[in-house]
């Protein structure tokens, strides 16, 4: 019986041992295995590469006006799809249309002057010009008139000064010795008369009726005869005063004064008949030049004038153009950053525009350490906050040449593209990358 214990409590003892012998191999094989595992999950942690980043469309803009102006009106909400050309917003354009007005009527004119010159001249413009001719020729015969009645107002003038300087030199040369020997020879007479009819009116003076006989009138007029002549002779003797070589001084400088006035006249009546025979040239060339026809010259200027004036035209429509937002893609409207009746200045973004059906994820901070490792085709994982169950495949499409520097680092951009990406995701979203190296 005890034999049987024993050999019981040996095979117990051997079993036992067989079994932590093989408890001990399952642990020893485990650490193992877990070391294994450890080892390889620090090997894939080294081989993988984390960046983060935003959701965007491939293609997008932020749109902005040239021009400064106020915002008069706003096509579309946030939100909306549109087209490519669709006018999203307008600035104020009174001022610019008014100068693409003036722009097309000075188109208008000059292609007007072309067709013109192309054309030749009507019967009715020759007629004209020849009316204008004429009429510079009417023009120049009136002022020759002017200018002779100029020179003739001179020599009148002129002879004027003349009569008054010999008035003054007759009169200041009075009285002369022959003048002043007959007025007292006349004096001389008159006093003779006078004694003789003194005698006669002596011899009959007792006759009562003296008054009545011949020998008083005699006496009388003999008498008045005598201080006719001595007055007379008086004045001649006297000469003239010097009030009368005053006024006839004055007579002479009025005269001359009237020579200078008339000379002073000369120079635009001879301005006159040159001004005259320019404008006969002038219209006689016009005339000529009309009846010549339009010369290759003349059509060719005419032509840069249209061309220009189309130039401006151009320009004018442009301006009034770049006052609207207008879609340069289709897309849908992100973001509009301005009310009617705000300010918009030039360059500043007032509509976001993005085609937000085939979007792409851009990293923002992936470290110049690493993307020395990494290429265009590499495979990605991507997961987003708003998802964050949901892991997404992508591939690296584009890697940027130049860096970006944010708070200090030095980082730069991927392009991902991600494949069957949930409609729910949203441009701007936040997205994890996680770039499998294979090293």
């Known amino acids: 019986m005890k034999r049987w214990i024993l050999i019981a409590v040996l095979l117990i003892v051997a079993v036992g041992g067989w079994l932590g012998y093989q408890r001990y191999q399952a642990q020893q094989l485990a650490q193992q295995q877990a070391a294994e595992a450890q080892d390889a999950q620090a090997a894939d942690l080294e081989s993988v590469i984390w960046a983060s980043g935003k959701l965007e469309p491939l293609r997008w803009s ?114 002369t010795p022959a003048e002043l020997q007959v007025a007292r020879a006349e004096v001389a007479v008159a006093e003779a008369a006078v004694i003789q009819a003194q005698a006669a009116y002596n011899l009959v003076r007792g006759d009562p009726n003296i008054a009545a006989r011949p020998e008083s009138m005699t006496l009388a007029q003999a008498t008045a005869a005598l201080e006719a002549a001595r007055a007379k002779a008086a004045l001649t003797e006297q000469g003239p005063t010097p009030q009368q070589l005053a006024v006839a001084q004055a007579n ?73 937002i207008v879609a340069p893609f289709a897309g849908q409207v992100g973001q509009i950053n301005v009310r009617v009746g705000e300010p918009g200045m030039p360059g500043q973004p007032l509509v976001l525009l993005g085609d937000t059906r085939t979007m792409h994820v851009v990293t923002t901070d992936l470290r110049e350490t690493d993307v020395v ?67």
């Open 252 to 324: 002479i400088q009025a005269a001359e004064a009237q020579v200078k006035i008339a000379q002073s006249r000369i120079p635009g009546a001879e301005a006159n008949v040159k001004a005259a025979l320019a404008s006969q040239a002038s219209a006689e060339a016009a005339l000529e030049k009309l009846l010549a026809g339009a010369t290759p010259e003349d059509i060719a200027m005419a032509e840069a004038r249209v061309q220009s004036a189309q130039a401006a035209v151009n320009s004018a429509r442009a301006r009034l153009r770049q006052s609207q």
């Open 62 to 175: 932020e749109l902005s006006s040239v021009n400064q102006g106020i915002v008069e009106a706003i096509h579309v909400q946030e939100g909306d799809w549109v087209e490519a050309g669709d006018v999203l917003l307008e600035l104020d354009t009174m001022v610019l249309e008014s100068q693409l007005q003036e722009a097309e009527a000075a188109l208008a004119e000059a292609q007007a002057a072309l067709d013109k010159l192309r054309a030749g001249a009507t019967s009715a413009e020759i007629a004209a010009a020849q009316a204008a001719v004429d009429a510079a020729k009417a023009s120049v015969a009136q002022a020759a008139g002017q200018m002779l009645e100029t020179q003739a107002a001179i020599e009148a003038a002129e002879a004027a000064v003349e009569v008054a300087r010999r008035q003054y030199e007759e009169m200041a040369s009075h009285p």
């Open 373 to 439: 490792k990494v290429e265009v085709g590499m495979p990605v994982e991507v997961t987003f906050d708003a998802l964050p169950d949901q892991i997404f495949t992508g591939t690296i499409t584009w890697i940027a040449p130049v860096s970006t520097t944010e708070q200090g680092s030095t980082n730069y951009r991927l392009f991902v593209d991600v494949a069957e990406l949930d409609p729910s995701l949203r441009w701007g979203m936040t997205a994890f990358v996680n770039i499998y190296t294979g090293q």
